[in-house]
T-cell receptor
Framework: DAEITQSPRHKITETGRQVTLACHQTWNHNNMFWYRQDLGHGLRLIHYSYGVQDTNKGEVSDGYSVSRSNTEDLPLTLESAASSQTSVYFC??????WGTGELFFGEGSRLTVL | AQSVTQLGSHVSVSEGALVLLRCNYS??????LFWYVQYPNQGLQLLLK??????LVKGINGFEAEFKKSETSFHLTKPSAHMSDAAEYFCAVGKGGFGNEKLTFGTGTRLTIIP
C-alpha cells in the first residue's frame, strides 16, 4: 500500500545544531507539505511544494528550509535549531492540480530542542 | 485571507450522546471546508469535506457537517457518541481550485467520551 513515512519519529537536539527531518511518500503525489503542531495553535504551514524543484514558504517558514529533488521526498531542515522549534512536525502529501483538498499525513516527528 | 475558528478546545460528552463540534470560517472566496481527525500518536486523516455541492456532508464513522453560509459555520455532528470517537478534531479551510490543498487549520477540539 502507498504510504507516507517520516523519520526520525523522535529526536532530541541542542540549540544551534542543524537538524533534518525526512519525509518520503509512495503515493506519487506532486504536492507535499510540512506543518508544525503546537498546543493552542493547531497546525501551521511551514513550507510546501507543488512539484520537483518547486518550494514555497508557508506562514511560519523562518528558520526552516526544504528542497525537492524528486517526487517522493521533501526533507525539512532546521539550519540552527532553537528552543522555539520544539514541536511535532507533520509531513503531508496530496494529488496534483485542482485538488480535492485531501491531505495524507505521516505519523509525525517529535522534535525537542534543549 | 482565510481562517477558521473552533469554539471550545475541549468537549466532553457521554457515550451515546450527541456530539457537536463547532467551526466558523472566514473567507473572501467561496470556501472549501474540511474536518480532519487525529487519534493519539497518529497523523491527521480526512473525516469529511464540503466542496460547494450538497450543503449537508456525510463522512466516515457516522459524522456529518452542514455548511451554513448565512452563519459562516461548518459544525460537525454525530447523533450518538462512541468511545472510539475520542480524538482531536480539526476544522480546515481551502480556497478551492489549484492549490486547494494549502489548507488553513483551526486550533483543534479535543473530544472526550465519558463511559
Amino acid at each position: 500500500d502507498a504510504e507516507i513515512t517520516q523519520s526520525p519519529r523522535h529526536k532530541i537536539t541542542e540549540t544551534g545544531r542543524q537538524v533534518t527531518l525526512a519525509c518520503h511518500q509512495t503515493w506519487n503525489h506532486n504536492n507535499m507539505f510540512w506543518y508544525r503542531q503546537d498546543l493552542g495553535h493547531g497546525l501551521r504551514l511551514i513550507h510546501y511544494s507543488y512539484g520537483v524543484q518547486d518550494t514555497n514558504k508557508g506562514e511560519v517558514s523562518d528558520g526552516y528550509s526544504v528542497s525537492r529533488s524528486n517526487t517522493e521526498d521533501l526533507p525539512l531542515t532546521l539550519e540552527s535549531a532553537a528552543s522555539s522549534q520544539t514541536s511535532v512536525y507533520f509531513c503531508a502529501s496530496s494529488g496534483a492540480g485542482w485538488g480535492t483538498g485531501e491531505l495524507f499525513f505521516g505519523e509525525g516527528s517529535r522534535l525537542t530542542v534543549l | 485571507a482565510q481562517s477558521v475558528t473552533q469554539l471550545g478546545s475541549h468537549v466532553s460528552v457521554s457515550e451515546g450522546a450527541l456530539v457537536l463540534l463547532r467551526c466558523n470560517y472566514s473567507s473572501s472566496v467561496p470556501p472549501y471546508l474540511f474536518w480532519y481527525v487525529q487519534y493519539p500518536n497518529q497523523g491527521l486523516q480526512l473525516l469529511l469535506k464540503y466542496t460547494s455541492a450538497a450543503t449537508l456532508v456525510k463522512g466516515i464513522n457516522g459524522f456529518e457537517a452542514e455548511f451554513k453560509k448565512s452563519e459562516t459555520s461548518f459544525h460537525l455532528t454525530k447523533p450518538s457518541a462512541h468511545m472510539s470517537d475520542a480524538a482531536e478534531y480539526f476544522c480546515a479551510v481551502g480556497k478551492g481550485g489549484f492549490g486547494n490543498e494549502k489548507l488553513t487549520f483551526g486550533t483543534g477540539t479535543r473530544l472526550t467520551i465519558i463511559p
